[in-house]
């Protein structure tokens, strides 16, 4: 049986993406003054990444897992919910 990386077993997903309401909202003055950012590695999509010395965040391709919010270190940082009815991601393991 062939082992499959990381990115091809996420690409079986389906994702729908709610444009009108984000189902996480980050505080990027309270998210500029964390020095470990810990969401840049526990993130298993890896939607968490610094560019240009700040923090960039994409829910579209969001597991809803929490583990950004159960590794923040700033109260408020991160504004977590799960989506709404319908929106998010579809697991598929086709």
Known sequence: MKRH???????KNKY?????????????????????????TACPAGLYTIKEGELSFDYAGCLECGTCRV??????????????GGFGIHFRYG
């Open 5 to 11: 990386t990381i990115e091809q077993l996420l690409g």
């Open 16 to 40: 729908l993406v709610d444009d009108e309401h984000a189902h996480i909202v980050i505080n990027k003055q309270i998210c500029n003054r964390c020095a470990d950012k810990p969401c840049t």
């Open 71 to 84: 590794v923040c270190p700033n109260k408020g940082a991160i504004e977590w919910n799960f989506p709404r």
